[in-house]
């Protein structure tokens, strides 16, 4: 059985998210693997960087 981990988001990184849907939609539309750690963490830094990016 697979767990996905998600990481602890704020608001507006929720906001994107939901747009793919669900986190583990996100991280698969990356490459990333949604129950690895070490893709959880790229996936956060990618969502980060959206969220920046929405700010500006």
Do not use: C, H
């Not at 981990?5 to 994107?16: D, K, Q, Y």
């Not at 956060?44 to 959206?50: C, G, M, N, Y």
């Amino acid at each position: 059985m697979w767990y996905f981990i998600e990481p602890p988001l704020t608001s507006a990184e929720r906001a994107i998210v939901k747009t793919y849907g669900s986190w583990a939609n996100f991280m698969f539309l990356f490459g990333l693997e949604p129950w690895d750690n070490d893709d959880v963490q790229e996936g956060k830094r990618i969502l980060e960087a959206f969220a920046a990016d929405d700010d500006e």
